[in-house]
Structure formats: C-alpha cells, structure tokens
C-alpha cells in the first residue's frame, strides 16, 4: 500500500491531477483532457481527464480485482482503516478547500471548510459502524439454526455531482467501503480536482484498487461506468433528468440503484414564529451563501400574512449585508454559480418572474469590483414576490440564489400548497407552538422535515426525499445496510 506522496497545496494538486484518473493506486493519465475553469476568473484552471469506456473499464477491473480480499478482512479493520482517513482528512483541510473553492466558486470560509469537516466527520462515523454488519437468528424451528448475514454487493459505481462533491462522495463511498464493497467514483467534469485528492487521501490508507476515481462527462464516463456489467449497485446525486438516465441504465442490469435528486423545499413561518430567527433561517436554509445550488434549499417561503411585509423587508436588508467576492478571500460570504450554463438556467427563471404581470423581482446586495475577477458568475440574490402558485419559479428547480416569497392565512391551505410538488425532499417549519409543529412535521411530504432550524446534512441523521427527490436514504447507519449490503437467509439442520 505504498502510494505517491499528496500534493501539498492546490497549485501542486492541479498539477499532479492533470488529465489523470485514480486507478489502482496510481495516477493514471487519459487520452483526452477537458478543460476546468476557476468560475470566479473564467480563466481555465487545470485539464481533468476526459474518460471513456476504456478508463471506465479499467477502473472496474481494478476494484473487482481487489473486491475479495477486502471483503475478507474484518467489517472492523475496514472501519479502522476509514475512520483513519477521516482523520487524515483533517490534516489536509486547508489544501482540499482552497482547491474546492477555486475550481467550484464557492467561498472559503462560509463553505469549503466546513464541507471538508463534514466529510471527514463523515468518515470517521462510518468507519466506527463495522461493528453493525451483522445479521440475526430467526426463531423458526428449534431443532434447526436459521440466521440472515450481511454481504457486500461487489463493485459500486458512485456519481458526484459539483455542488457539494466532497461530502456527498463521502454519503456514498464511507458506507459502501466499510461494508466491504469496492468502489469507482465519477467526478464531477466541472470540479473534478478536489475529489482526486480527497479521494486520494482516502485511497493512502487502503489496498490499491479498493477505491478509484474517473473524471469525464455524463454522456462518455458516467454512461460507461452505470453500463459496465460488473457494477453491482449505483449510488448517484444530481437531476431529475440525469436520474431518469441513472436509473433506467440500473434497470436495465436489474442491480440497485440510490437516487438523490432535485428538490423545491417549503419553509412555512408561521404568525406566532421568531422573525429574527427565520430571517436568520430563511438565509441558511435557502443556502445563500452557496449560492442556492443546494437540493434542500429552502426556495419557497411561505410566510403568514401578520409577518410578510416585516419578514420582507428584514430578509432583504440581512441579504443586502452580504459580501460578494472572490471564493478566496476571508471576508467573502458569497462567491459564484459554477458555470455558464447554470447562470443561464438562472437568468431565464428570473426573467420569466419579471415578465410575469404584478410580480417583484428584489435583487439584493451588490457584485464585486474586483478588476481580477470575471463578472460572469457572479450573481445576486434575488427575491421574487406575489407570483401565482402554478408560475415555473415556483415549481420547479432553479437550483440558484432566488427564493420566491408567498403569503399565506389558511394553515391547511398552506399544508396543500407545500405539499403540491412532484418534488419531497426537505421541508422546514416555524412556530413556537409545539402541537403545530407536531402536525405540520406529520402532514408534509418530504423525507427530512424540520422545525425552528435549517440543518444541512449530518452524519447519523437519515437524508433522503421522497416522489421525484430520489429513492433510498444517506447518512445513517440504515443507509450502509440497506444499500451497500445483500442480505443472505441460511438454515441448517443437523438431526439426520
């Protein structure tokens, strides 16, 4: 398990991680390259490999190759050798967020750091569940011994998206190797360079081929890598519409398949809430500081007539204060969208809002100055007031900085219109009174609802929606047993 050295500061990792992918413990370079730009200069930041069906294949080959004998060693050495690198995480936070913050856009210090301390927090809690693996003793007949154990499904094909690549790599491949299962991570083709060396971090404390990494784009890799008839399970967050593709390509093998898609989460303020703290929530649960590329932002809030017009007025003068800049520098709260295409998907939604007869379109705080950085990114947040219920802003996922703002007065008409989205993933809350809390947790559809807080993912906490937000759960213990084990039946009988 001797393994090249990390690199010990971003500009070494781009280097090092030029055109490369991770496959049996080597870096190993691709035929072709793709470009990654820094969205916060639109100049090209480094080269990821741009893989195909010949990487993709070797990369299987490498983690089928090293399957048996990883899943021989002890379920608690595995989660030793995990949680190990969890801790290794840590060392290298710094280097793993400058690097995410480069090639993602996102800030430093609001985002980056805290996404490596969760995933590394992610790790270690994984890696202390081996001791979980275990099966049960059935009472069926007394003179014969039936029991169920737990198995690794073999090779896992796990696909990250860009927003958020290194905690949920961390959801997929933290359960899935400490169940004994080996597995194949695609990148993100819009940042790619810190999942190398957070996977590479990992990878310095396991057998070669235990873990891997491809880079390349959905169509070429991720097409490649869900077809390959030696993955046994596929584990993918991003859209509805690449879920669709996910999905039918593991149908098609008929082998399991976890989804985590998009969301339109509703967060409901109540007359009798706090409007100092659902001001303060309505800014972390719609993920303003990441720009809202979160699948549980809170983009619809609906807020009771009593408190529209002050809860208006502060969330817009609490937004105002936040600083737009470079994703680098420490005084920044807000960097950038990641891309050219998803600003564009943005703009559209918020020129359709302006265009819509009544509504109002509040944009908020103000672009940087800064004569090194590109413009083209940078995007404020925008509040949109009194559209109709049926207006696209509304319903679908803009996956950006825009919150849409709709009154209420009836609570079970609010209930029903929270509830009336193809999407369930998240759902927040806010009231004092308890017996409304307990009702409105109950009635809305969504599979992580919360009440006086906007949480974002944490280990030990089961995540995970419902209707078209995906299927199966992370973060639990419930997750490496539902989705990263098989479970096996055996009777015996000795009385012959």
């Known amino acids: ?76 050495a595995r989660g030793k050798l995990v949680a190990a690198a969890g801790r290794a995480m840590l060392a290298e936070l710094e280097t793993v967020a400058r690097l995410l913050a480069m090639e993602t856009g996102k800030a430093l210090r609001t985002e980056c750091r805290g996404e490596v301390t969760v995933a590394a927090d992610l790790l270690e809690f994984y890696g202390g569940l081996g001791s979980e693996l275990k099966g049960e003793t059935i009472p069926f007949n007394p003179r014969i011994l039936t029991m169920t154990t737990r198995e690794p499904l073999g090779v896992v094909a796990a696909i990250l998206p860009w927003n958020v690549p290194l905690v949920l790599m961390m959801l997929k491949i933290a359960p899935a190797l400490v169940a004994g299962n080996t597995v194949v991570v695609k990148a993100s083709e819009e940042a790619p360079f810190a999942t190398l060396l957070a996977a590479e971090v990992v990878m310095s404390h396991l057998p070669d081929g235990v873990l891997n990494v491809v880079c390349g784009t959905g169509a070429d890799c991720g097409a490649a890598l869900t077809a390959h008839e030696d993955v046994a399970k596929i584990t993918f967050t991003g859209s509805e519409a690449a879920g669709e593709t996910v999905y039918s390509a593991g149908a098609k093998k008929i082998i399991p398949v976890s989804l985590e898609l998009g969301g339109k989460s509703p967060m409901i303020i109540c007359p009798d809430a706090n409007l100092d703290k659902t001001v303060a929530g309505a800014i972390s649960g719609m993920r303003f500081t990441r720009q809202g590329q979160s699948c549980t932002a809170a983009s619809r809030i609906y807020v009771h007539a009593d408190l529209y017009d002050d809860f208006t ?57 800064d004569a090194a950085l590109s413009p083209e990114l940078f995007m404020l947040p925008t509040l949109i007031t009194d559209l109709p219920d049926d207006h696209p802003c509304v319903t679908e996922e803009i ?16 209930i029903a219109r929270a509830n009336d989205s193809r999407y369930g993933l998240a759902a927040t809350v806010w009231t004092t009174n308890i017996a409304t809390a307990l009702d409105a947790t109950a009635r809305l559809n969504a599979g992580y609802v919360q009440v006086n807080q906007n949480l974002t993912i944490q280990p030990n906490v089961s995540y995970g929606g419902f209707g078209r937000s995906g299927l199966g759960k992370e973060a639990s213990l419930e997750a490496m047993l539902e989705h990263f084990t098989r479970k096996k039946t055996i009777v015996m009988a000795f009385d012959i």
């Open 399 to 414: 996956f950006g900085p825009v919150a849409v703002i709709l009154k209420w007065s009836d609570y079970d008409d609010v």
């Open 313 to 369: 007025a502060r969330l817009t003068g609490e937004l105002d204060r936040l600083v737009i800049g470079d994703p680098l520098d420490e005084a920044t709260d807000v960097g950038t969208i990641v891309s050219t295409k998803q600003a564009a998907t943005i703009a559209r939604y918020v020129a359709m809002a302006e265009a819509c007869d009544g509504a109002q379109v509040i944009r908020c705080a103000t672009l940087p100055d």
């Open 1 to 76: 398990m001797e393994h090249t050295p990390l690199p010990l500061t971003p500009e070494a990792a781009l280097a090092a991680y030029e055109g490369v992918n991770l496959i049996n413990g080597q870096r190993v370079a691709a035929q072709a390259q793709l470009d990654v730009l820094n969205p916060a200069t639109m100049q090209v930041l480094g080269h990821a490999a741009a893989s195909g069906a010949m990487e993709t294949d070797a990369a299987v080959a490498a983690a089928k190759a090293a399957g048996a004998d990883w899943a021989a060693l002890p379920a608690r």
